[in-house]
């Protein structure tokens, strides 16, 4: 064995054959089984890792790997599940797709304008071919990044992603290996970035296999899905290798640009070369080697500034993470209902934290909580923090999945837009926020067990328990949860959809200009009121200085504020008939002397741009 820790899977070799590895501490021998009958034993090479050279393998042959004497698994590290989590593993040719691509070098952080994506239900087809046809819409509209929810294979054709069990394959049901290829090839085409949603802190139950081959899980912690994945026990050095052979396998393999990592609160690890730090310097190394810029993003509820930190102080070196602070904040402003978590929430002052120091939550108590949480990050650049008003947890995990364009008025969805569009943060859409979608995007699976699929419906139920929502949540399982979650055809929008579409070009035109995400924090000054409720921001840049005004009541207002000296030019009106409004609330020019005042006509926002 040439290093420590050996490529995994089954890779064709240039000079024919495919060379098999795995890792399999638990057992005493490992063969190849293909589906011809053909066995080939592999050779234990040390570090509990099986290897060997079968010649007369080749891509799409069909195999397993044999335990011991009788039992037989997939392959962890399979590139293709084409019969699902329990049926045989593929071997695919890693070489043979046409990239055209060798000019893609990556996109800035501060570029990043992300769109989230779930394949099943973003195109009629549900297909990445199906997803490919809608890219020119989101080029169009001012999108920079394709965010994709997890593709390892899950069980059954209709999930989320985050049951997924063979982290190393793509989604049948979506295109599999080369429908993926296919789809970043054409991303990348059209400028977009494709970053990609990986779940490292937990597997899905169903078709979840590796304790049959390792020490990969822990009874020491665990994670509200099930034993924590094993990163800083005995023999953890091969597990963290696994997961760090999948990025690589992403970066090399499929192109992708870099990472959100699912909920890294709940990766367990107590040692003192952290998995989620090693990892994020593997991603950065590879990245530096193909000569792309690639990205690492923490999805976090801990308000935790160390992910983002660089190593010599203390972090993770991770590039940005998810500021739920943000979205909670402003949801309370727009909802009157405040219930769960929302309860912390509902001051315009913690829109306003939340915008100037990344994290409104810093060390404070939380009553929801009942406890202190988050800690300052004051030290770091508002562009390392992703921001949204809405995404997939935060409407699927709703009793009914319901979208906010469901519960809001126009003028509210408008002025939500406006928030997070504009923030010096990185903002991220969910897949149909820019036209107003309004079908849902429930919880649905289709698993194969049907005790599994009871306690999925169990855990839903409890899981709303804090929320007081009165009702049953659509069925799991049902194959009509998962189709009511489709997005609407461009062609079956209303007139509504498309003016709010219009709105979000218009606000992602006016952030190419202003580029809010280039700022420093000494750059951005806010100051707010509770009565009536408003928030003002000023930006300063070289290209000159920046106001943004967010009115939050629902009636009518005159508002008196500070206001830089000089005259202004009004940029953006949400209000305006062009974006679906009433008409314009506002003076085309204002002059000011210090302060300013005029009428503020409901949810609004308002955007200005110094004229001399």
């Avoid at 797709?97 to 000019?103: G, L, P, S």
């Avoid at 949860?481 to 709105?503: C, I, K, N, P």
Wanted: aromatic share 10%.
């Amino acid at each position: 064995m040439s290093e420590p820790h050996p490529r995994l899977g089954a890779l064709p070799r240039a000079a024919g054959g495919v060379e098999f590895t795995v890792w399999a501490p638990h057992v005493e021998a490992v063969s190849v089984l293909f589906e011809t009958g053909e066995e080939h034993p592999l050779t234990l090479v040390g570090g509990g890792y099986f290897q060997g050279v079968v010649e007369g393998a080749k891509p799409a042959d069909l195999y397993r790997y044999r335990l011991g004497q009788e039992l037989e698994r997939p392959d962890p590290a399979s590139r293709h599940q084409p019969q699902g989590v329990h049926g045989p593993s593929v071997i695919v040719d890693r070489g043979s797709f046409a990239w055209t691509d060798d000019a893609w070098c990556g996109l800035r952080l501060p570029d990043l304008v992300i769109c989230e994506i779930h394949v099943g239900t973003f195109s009629r087809e549900g297909t990445f071919e199906g997803a490919i046809e809608k890219l020119d819409e989101l080029e169009d509209l001012g999108i920079t990044a394709v965010e994709l929810m997890p593709l390892g294979q899950f069980p059954g054709e209709r999930n989320w992603g985050y049951d997924g069990v063979d982290l190393f394959a793509v989604q049948h049901s979506y295109g599999g290996p080369d429908g993926l290829r296919r789809f970043v090839d054409a991303c990348h085409a059209r400028g977009l970035a494709v970053l990609l949603d990986v779940v490292y802190n937990h597997l899905g139950p169903e078709g979840n296999y590796l304790r049959d081959f390792g020490p990969y899980f822990t009874s020491d912690y665990a994670t509200p899905w099930g034993d924590a994945l094993n990163f800083a026990g005995p023999d953890s050095d091969a597990v963290r290798h696994f997961f760090f052979e999948n990025a690589r396998h992403w970066l090399e393999e499929y192109h992708v640009d870099g990472f959100r990592l699912d909920a890294v609160h709940a990766i367990v690890d107590p040692s003192a070369r952290p998995f989620l730090a090693e990892l994020t310097e593997h991603v950065h190394d590879i990245g530096d080697r193909l000569g792309r810029r690639v990205h690492v993003i923490a999805e976090s509820d801990r308000n935790d500034p160390r992910f983002v930190r660089p190593l010599e102080l203390g972090g993770y070196d991770m590039d940005a993470q998810w500021a739920d602070d943000f979205h909670h904040a402003l949801h309370a402003l727009l909802e009157p209902k405040r219930e769960g978590y929302f309860q912390d929430y509902g001051r315009v002052e913690h829109l306003a934290r939340a915008w100037r120091d990344g994290f409104t939550y810093a060390g404070d108590y939380s009553e929801f909580r009942r406890r202190r949480y988050g800690a300052p990050a004051t030290d770091l650049r508002p562009c390392t923090f992703v921001v949204c008003s809405q995404n997939h947890d935060q409407i699927g995990n709703r009793l009914l999945g319901d979208r906010p364009a469901e519960r809001r008025s126009r003028d509210a969805l408008a002025l939500g837009a406006a928030a997070v569009l504009l923030s010096p943060h990185l903002p991220l859409l969910f897949m149909g926020e820019e036209y107003g979608e309004k079908h849902p995007f429930p919880y649905f699976v289709s698993h194969g067990d049907p005790s599994l699929v009871e306690a999925v419906r169990k855990g839903r139920r409890e899981e709303f328990a804090s929320f007081a929502w009165q009702g049953e949540p659509p069925d799991p399982q049902a194959e009509a949860t998962f189709e009511s979650a489709r997005l609407t055809e461009e062609v079956d929008r209303d007139d509504g959809q498309r003016a709010m579409r219009a709105l979000y070009g218009e606000l992602l035109r006016i952030r190419r200009a202003w580029n809010p995400a280039e700022r420093n924090r000494d750059e951005v000054d806010v100051c707010w009121s509770e009565s009536p409720r408003w928030l003002r921001v000023v930006h300063r840049a070289r290209a000159g200085e920046q106001v943004l005004l967010f009115h939050f009541d629902s009636e009518s207002h005159r508002v008196e504020l500070p206001w830089p000296t000089g005259r202004w030019r009004r940029v953006l009106d949400t209000s305006a008939k062009e974006c679906g409004g009433p008409g314009e609330r506002s003076p085309k020019i204002l002059d000011s002397t210090g302060t300013v005042a005029f009428e503020m006509g409901g949810p609004m926002a308002l955007a200005m741009l110094r004229s001399e």
